[in-house]
């Protein structure tokens, strides 16, 4: 199927600084693409870009395979990180204003903001101001000011900051049903075990380019380092010279608990030939190393 | 054009239900209304006479002075401390004393009163006082009153200009000097409160860090434009308001009082001004028929063109500034050339008015950064016969207004996602020629 949104060979200067270089990426539908990097990288400038805020320098966008057009930016949602209101304006008013310039038509508008403040648990906010609302209750209307025109692409942008654990929860969640409502959802963040939990997709953008970029799980295991932990019954005494113990402890009676490097790349199967062999496995499986390491570890190469 | 449209719906409804723009709106021409009535109504005012007992030395006064409505006089010849005594115990209003003097000289003569006396019955007196010894001196000059009163001349010259077709029509200076004023001091008031207006409407939207979201529905020029014009309708509407509340009120008042009454107090209202002497009399009276003669319409219509000229023209600068600043603090910087050229104007009025057709205020009419508050100067000096410099004035206005709000809509669109760096002119310069 057709990425919804293609950003091809785009480039930006501000004056004589290059904010992004020659990035490409590609995002599929229905996923959630986590868009990494450390601060200053272009994440912020690309959303931009995507969101007609900014015009690119070089390259194109795509949307459904057409050149981003004027009327697209209607179909995309927006929450940036740095987040506002009208702090004197009602949240009912203030939320049917925004959906009525994205296009939505009053009554209906009017209709799903009611929906959203009975699904987020706000039904008598309509008539609140906001600078009456605690930050993480501004946060839950900004987050439905980005959703109210049903788009079919979300940007993220650090969606869960200001949120306290249990309403992070909640929108969580209600980004993952927007996914199963087929949402495309661009999430942009430094918490990488929201990354971990949420994203099928990642791209990673450092100094302007794009340096890493994949579907999560293929590029955990592009970045595995043949680690795996065992548990296992019996003393493994020592391997064959490719494999190599780092530790091994006996966490109760003849248990052990083994942590096994593997200097070649080995499979699943042919690893366990050998363990069988000398001791009863009582669990196994391969660390995968988490985005934070894979992010670290790629940011760190490219600064050095 | 959608878009603009709801932007402008929710600056403008905004704005206009706030507590201090409906004060304003009710309380400007209430002002008005009794700055123009509360004096006639006090003039007319039935205050029963000042009674004030004359203690003639000179003897040059006795029944001399005439009883009007304001002072009435009784004469009494005893020692000074005696009548002091009589007039305060009898509830006087004051004592007159005059001692013997040299009527080239007068000295001496003097008023008391228990309280401060006021400056209407101090003028009365004076002005009595110096027609005796006129009268007197007259006698002993053996020159006949009644043949110099014949002599004195007053002449009030008709100020006539002659229109392109030959016609003659009566304008009246002071008329137009008045109207002239107000329409300048109107344009500068609403343009420097609804211009900061403007500004601080963008710094809010950028401080709020909520002009990010709204971009990213809406084009930067949109949202601009949006502010722009509901925020010169918020403007529009109150000079409308203040004009019908104003004429309300007027009305109101008049129907009170009854619209004879309003006649007979305006009436005497004038001669209560004029009592000075004929002259003046003729003058102000003159001027309230006068008024009578203006064209409100054209007038209107013309302060609403350079109203909402200056208001695009100023507002758009005002927006560019908003956007390109942090803070209100931080945008003191650029507001003084903007408001600088406003302040010229108003300062530059009283030249003007000296010669209305002049070099000077036809070209200051003319440049956008002066024309809407010196036009509304020269306007009534013209606007019987409105020549060529009108409509070279407005059209420049119009052209220059493209080209602020052009400029603007540059350094707005930069200026609003650009934090933490305060800019400079060099930088708003680049701005206006980026692309993109």
């Known amino acids: 199927m057709e990425p919804i949104l293609q950003s091809i060979h785009i480039s930006k200067y501000f004056g004589s600084f290059c904010a992004l270089d020659d990035v490409n990426i590609s995002i599929e539908r229905g996923k959630i693409f986590g868009l990494l990097g450390p601060n200053g990288a272009g994440k912020t400038t690309l959303i931009r870009i995507i969101t007609r805020i900014y015009a690119a320098d070089n390259g194109r966008v795509l949307f459904d395979g057409k050149e981003l057009s004027e009327s697209d930016v209607l179909k995309i949602g927006y ?41 987020l648990d ?16 501004q946060q839950k209307v900004q987050f439905i000011a980005s959703i109210i025109h049903e788009p079919r692409l979300i940007i993220l942008d650090e969606p869960f900051t200001g949120f306290d654990p249990v309403n992070a929860n909640i929108i969580k969640n209600e980004i993952l049903r927007l996914r199963e409502n087929g949402a495309t959802i661009i999430f942009s963040t430094h918490r990488m075990e929201s990354v971990e939990e949420l994203c099928d997709h990642i791209a990673l953008i450092n100094k302007s380019k794009k340096i890493l970029d994949g579907p999560k799980l293929k590029i955990k295991e592009e970045h595995k380092e043949n680690i795996f932990d065992i548990e296992h019954q019996g003393d493994l005494g020592t391997l064959n010279h490719n494999l190599q113990v780092i530790s091994s402890k006996i966490i109760r009676d003849d248990i052990y608990k083994s942590t096994i490097h593997s200097e070649n790349e080995i499979t699943h199967n042919d690893l366990l030939k050998i363990l069988i062999d000398r001791v009863e496995v009582r669990s196994f499986y391969e660390r995968l190393p988490s985005i934070n390491d894979i992010f670290i570890k790629r940011v760190q190469e490219v600064t050095s | 054009m959608k878009k603009i449209w709801l932007i402008v719906k929710r600056e403008y409804s905004t704005r206009v239900r706030k507590k201090s723009f409906v004060v304003m709106s009710l309380i400007t021409p209430l002002l008005l209304v009794m700055v123009m009535v509360v004096p006639m109504w006090l003039a007319t005012r039935d205050v029963p006479a000042k009674e004030i007992l004359v203690d003639d030395e000179s003897g040059l006064f006795k029944d001399k002075f005439q009883d009007d409505n304001l002072v009435e006089f009784e004469y009494y010849e005893q020692p000074l401390s005696v009548a002091k005594e009589i007039a305060f115990t009898s509830g006087k209003y004051g004592v007159l004393h005059i001692p013997k003097i040299d009527v080239y000289h007068p000295q001496g003569i003097t008023l008391i009163t228990e309280y401060s006396a006021s400056i209407e019955v101090k003028m009365n007196l004076e002005r009595q006082i110096d027609h005796v010894i006129e009268d007197y001196k007259l006698e002993i000059s053996g020159i006949d009153k009644e043949k110099l009163d014949q002599i004195k001349t007053s002449v009030s010259i008709e100020t006539n200009i002659i229109n392109e077709s030959g016609q003659e029509q009566e304008i009246h200076t002071e008329v137009a000097y008045v109207v002239g004023y107000l329409g ?13 207006q403007t500004m601080r409407g963008v710094i809010e939207e950028k401080t709020n860090r909520i002009v990010e979201v709204i971009i990213s529905s809406v084009k930067p020029y949109q949202l601009m434009a949006g502010k722009i014009i509901g925020i010169g309708g918020v403007g529009l509407t109150q000079f409308l308001i203040w004009i019908f509340l104003t004429f309300m009120f007027y009305s109101a008042v008049g129907l009170y009082m009854n619209l004879d009454q309003l006649q007979q107090v305006n009436d005497s209202a004038v001669v209560q001004m004029g009592a000075m002497n004929s002259q003046n009399t003729e003058m102000v009276k003159d001027f309230f028929d006068k008024i ?25 600068l005002f927006a560019a500034i ?115």
Do not use: C
Request: no cysteine; aromatic share 16%; hydrophobic share 50%.
């Open chain 1, 79 to 119: 929450l940036p990180e740095e987040r506002g209101l009208y702090k004197k304006m009602k949240v009912g008013e203030q939320l049917l204003y925004l959906a009525r310039l994205k296009g939505v038509p009053t009554s209906q508008a009017k209709e799903r903001i009611r929906h959203w403040f009975r699904r």
């Open chain 2, 292 to 316: 009578d003669n203006i064209p409100f319409g054209f007038l209107i219509g013309v302060f609403i063109f350079y109203f909402i000229g200056a208001y695009l023209f100023y507002g758009s």
């Open chain 2, 322 to 436: 908003g956007s390109a600043v942090d803070s209100e603090s931080d945008a003191q910087q650029f507001q003084l050339p903007v408001t600088l050229p406003l302040i010229f104007s108003l300062v530059v009025l009283a030249a003007i008015l000296r010669d209305p057709h002049g070099d000077l205020a036809v070209w200051l009419s003319i440049i956008p950064f002066t024309s809407p508050i010196v036009m509304m100067m020269r306007f009534p000096f013209i606007m019987n016969d409105p020549g060529w410099d009108l409509f070279v004035s407005m059209g420049v206005l119009v052209l220059s207004i493209v080209i602020t709000i052009w400029m603007a809509a540059k350094i707005y669109r930069i200026g609003i996602l650009t934090y933490g760096t305060k800019p400079t002119y060099k930088m708003l310069f680049k701005w206006i020629f980026a692309k993109n």
């Open chain 1, 122 to 137: 706000m039904t008598d906010w309509w008539e609140k101001k906001v600078d009456e609302l605690s930050k993480g209750m």
């Open chain 2, 184 to 196: 300048s001091f109107l344009i500068y008031i609403l343009i420097f409160a609804y211009g900061i």
